[in-house]
């Protein structure tokens, strides 16, 4: 064989070899697709550890997925990506968000928090048909024929158990009920003042007639502050509840009340950081609000595994989490039942909420994850997740009461 052909033989089985190690046939895999959720959430401002929460929640479920691929849809791949966006606890911020999230081609989004900036949301997105799971307590935000659904459990539904559990561990019998001074506080403040009457308790008015005078705000001057607090403390009630309160104006205004001398109950139909009120000492004794820490043997293998990754990211475990692993994780269940259309097609998501059938991921044993209310109950539609009851004492939190189901 001349070189020359010597040169060509190898020419061709090179050639041979290349094509047979990159394959001359179609792939055997895609790309995988992508989810894009958009997350309002508030990383400013007194509702800052809600959203905080919020975030790292979804980012630690979103974190799992992606790193196995993403998760699977009729025999695809769908990896998320989210787009955290931060309306400071503001309706007007809220809207700006909701805009830009619907004009970036959001179809899901998880928020916003609070009912001011849930409902300067809502228009927006189910203006655009979003899927949004969001935490705002007003049965208004449940838009007619939009694809809403509220994440946490109503007043209604906690505060009942709450007070339950005072009057019979306790024999709390008077109460006063402030409101956190915005207009869904406000609201708030009359929901719990009726659920207190149910329970037998007596309210102690601080104003006969000005509504504004049973409402605190740390924006307040210090005399006004003052003021109120002086009220509440000369009423002498068993239970203060301090009605649609973030987190971080709880403190201060817990920390002014036992500072004025008040050391009955403080009771709240919101969650609370528990590290935040640990810092008060003795004076966060006493305090009881929503949600909790259930006993780590009734978890799953899953929820046991987010949870590491939730220390891993944030140093500390935020019980706040146990309610906020749920939204990208109904998500996620909603699109897996609808399709890979759904992706793009929200509409398709509601005979999927309507006949919700999947089990809760986060425990061992079996629990359905259900839909509760709905417009025509002039409720909105809520997932139906555990209910925690927690009182601080010694500076811990402790678990006193729990329901997996929503009492009637």
């Not at 968000?97 to 989004?109: D, K, M, N, P, R």
């Not at 504004?212 to 502050?225: A, C, M, R, Y």
Request: net charge negative.
């Amino acid at each position: 064989m001349t070189r020359k052909l010597y040169t060509m033989a190898l020419m061709v089985l090179g050639l041979s070899m290349l094509l047979s190690s990159t394959g001359c046939h179609e792939p055997t895999s895609r790309d995988p697709r992508v989810l894009r959720v958009g997350v309002i959430v508030s990383l400013k401002g007194p509702a800052r550890y809600w959203g905080v929460v919020t975030m790292r929640s979804a980012q630690v479920v979103a974190d799992y997925y992606n790193e196995r691929g993403g998760f699977e849809v009729a025999g695809e791949r769908v990896k998320i990506e989210l787009v955290v966006l931060d309306d400071e606890f503001d309706a007007t911020e809220a809207n700006r968000v909701a805009h830009q999230l619907v004009s970036e081609g959001i179809h899901y989004t998880i928020g916003p928090l609070g009912d001011a900036t849930v409902d300067a949301a809502r228009r927006v997105l189910e203006g655009a048909n979003v899927f949004y799971l969001h935490y705002g307590f007003d049965p208004a935000l449940q838009g007619s024929g939009g694809l809403a659904v509220l994440g946490m459990p109503r007043p209604e539904q906690t505060l009942s158990i709450m007070f339950r559990h005072l009057r019979q561990e306790h024999h709390v019998s008077r109460a006063v009920v402030m409101a956190y001074g915005t207009e869904a506080g406000i609201r708030q403040k009359r929901v719990a003042e009726q659920l207190a009457l149910d329970a037998g308790m007596e309210l102690v008015r601080i104003a006969r007639y000005d509504v504004s005078k049973e409402t605190f705000d740390v924006s307040l001057d210090p005399q006004g502050i003052q003021r109120r607090v002086a009220g509440v403390v000369a009423a002498a009630p068993d239970l203060v509840v301090l009605a649609g309160c973030p987190p971080e104006a709880f403190v201060v205004i817990v920390d002014r009340l036992r500072s004025a001398g008040y050391r009955g109950f403080v009771g709240t139909q919101t969650t609370q950081d528990p590290g935040a009120l640990a810092k008060l000492g003795e004076a966060s004794d006493g305090i009881y609000y929503v949600g909790g820490e259930p006993a780590d043997a009734l978890r799953s293998e899953y929820f046991r595994t987010l949870k590491e990754r939730y220390l891993d990211l944030a140093g500390e475990w935020d019980a706040e989490a146990n309610k906020k692993f749920y939204a990208l994780e109904l998500i996620v269940s909603c699109i897996r039942a609808a399709g890979l259309e759904a992706l793009d097609e929200t509409s398709l998501i509601y005979p999927v909420l309507s006949e919700l059938n999947i089990e809760d991921p986060f425990y061992q044993e079996p629990r359905a994850l259900r839909l509760i209310g709905g417009q025509e109950e002039g409720l909105p539609r809520q997932l139906e997740i555990p209910i925690y009851i927690t009182k601080m004492s010694g500076g811990r939190a402790v678990l006193v009461e729990e329901s997996p189901r929503v009492l009637p």
